[in-house]
């Protein structure tokens, strides 16, 4: 029998809930599909900081590099705030992005049937669906460049820089480009290319990649009018690529257009198979441990990852089918409505394995 192995990023605040239910919904479709998962747990973030002094311990990265993929919850915490900026559990997450060389993350923001009034969009904008693919350039740019503190004239300063190289965006393109001929074949590259010379490389270049995508409708927008056109009619977009800031402000914006960013999941692709899966949402300390957290994008990452890292196509639709039924009966609180039951995280995790 086919055997995974599998990296657990618990990390802070909700994050080892909601693993631990994912888990619980990944074993089970194992069971039905004829696999086996094995699992090895490290420590990120906040949790890291405490055990080790770092947010991210080479331990950690070994034990991810050893295995086929890795699943994370969510890091952080306001218990880590004093930290100095390159120690902060944050620092973990772009540390590990880094190390496995993540460069491609992709973020899913799709509207489920069942959550369609959750949105704070009016119904006619949204039409009859949502369904966007934010491909978000994840090891380059701002995040990773040059940064320092100084003084000038007297006054404190700082900065931080936006870099990047063709290579860089070629690869990335490459990812977005490859992901709309398996979609619509429209793609939409978002940058400032009205103000920024990185912007101005990256718009070159992606005009210069279309040359080998025929098919794909490529146009471009710049980030501002991107913010407004999302909320404005976000029908239009089918996949978008952009770089590392734009990417993690306007995923932020698309995951609130679905009303729900509890139930949203991402992956985070390297060159090799070994992909990094985690919710786009965060570590929610203030509802940590109350068991009310809402474990559905975790066990979507798990999906995530059994159709891009594991080649299991099957048990990724069987997730995914078991969350839209599920959605149809049971509730996390964060997702409630009235004529729905209310479940805790666990109940959840149940549910949904009940109907793999
Ligand atoms: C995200 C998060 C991270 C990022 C933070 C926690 C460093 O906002 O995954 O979008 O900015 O990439
Ligand atoms: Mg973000």
């Not at 949790?47 to 050893?66: F, M, N, R, Y």
């Not at 820089?161 to 979609?183: L, P, Q, S």
């Not at 066990?299 to 099957?314: C, F, G, K, N, T």
Request: aromatic share 6%; glycine share 8%.
């Amino acid at each position: 029998m086919k055997n995974y192995s599998i990296t657990l990023l618990k990390g802070d605040g909700i994050g080892p809930e909601i693993v631990n239910e994912a888990v619980k919904v990944l074993d089970r479709t194992a069971e039905k599909s004829g696999f086996t998962v094995t699992y090895t747990e490290a420590l990120l973030g906040g949790c890291a900081i405490d055990a080790t002094g770092v947010p991210l311990p080479q331990e950690t990265i070994d034990k991810c590099k050893a295995s086929d993929s890795v699943l994370l919850g969510a890091v952080g915490g306001p218990k880590w705030d004093d930290q100095p900026g390159n120690n902060r559990p944050e620092a973990g997450l772009l540390g590990i992005r880094g190390a496995l060389g993540l460069f491609a993350n992709l973020r899913p923001a799709v509207i489920f049937e069942q959550l369609k009034n959750a949105s704070p969009l009016k119904s006619e904008i949204i039409g009859d669906a949502m369904d966007i693919m934010i491909v978000r350039e994840l090891t380059g740019g701002i995040y990773f460049g040059k940064r320092g503190q100084f003084e000038e004239d007297g006054v404190k300063a700082a900065y931080d820089t936006e870099k990047y190289n063709v290579k860089e965006i070629e690869r990335i393109g490459r990812v977005a480009f490859d992901m709309a001929m398996k979609r619509n074949k429209k793609l939409t590259s978002v940058d400032k290319a009205n103000v920024l010379d990185s912007s101005r490389l990256w718009r070159a270049t992606m005009i210069e990649l279309s040359k080998e995508y025929p098919e794909v409708e490529l146009n471009h927008l710049y980030v501002d009018n991107c913010a407004m056109q999302l909320v404005r009619n976000p029908k239009q977009f089918d996949v978008i690529v952009t770089s590392n800031i734009f990417g993690d402000i306007l995923s932020d914006e698309a995951s609130m257009i679905s009303g729900s960013i509890g139930m949203l999941a991402s992956a985070s692709l390297n060159s090799t198979k070994l992909g990094m899966y985690e919710p786009i949402h965060g570590s929610a300390p203030d509802i940590a441990g109350k068991g009310i957290a809402n474990p559905l994008a975790t066990i979507l990452s798990v999906a995530m990852m059994l159709r891009y890292s594991l080649d299991e196509p099957q048990a990724a639709d069987a997730i995914e089918n078991a969350v839209a039924e599920v959605l149809k009966t049971y509730r996390t609180p964060d997702i409630y409505t009235e004529g729905t039951t209310k479940v805790s995280t666990v109940e959840m995790g149940d549910a949904v394995c009940a109907l793999i």
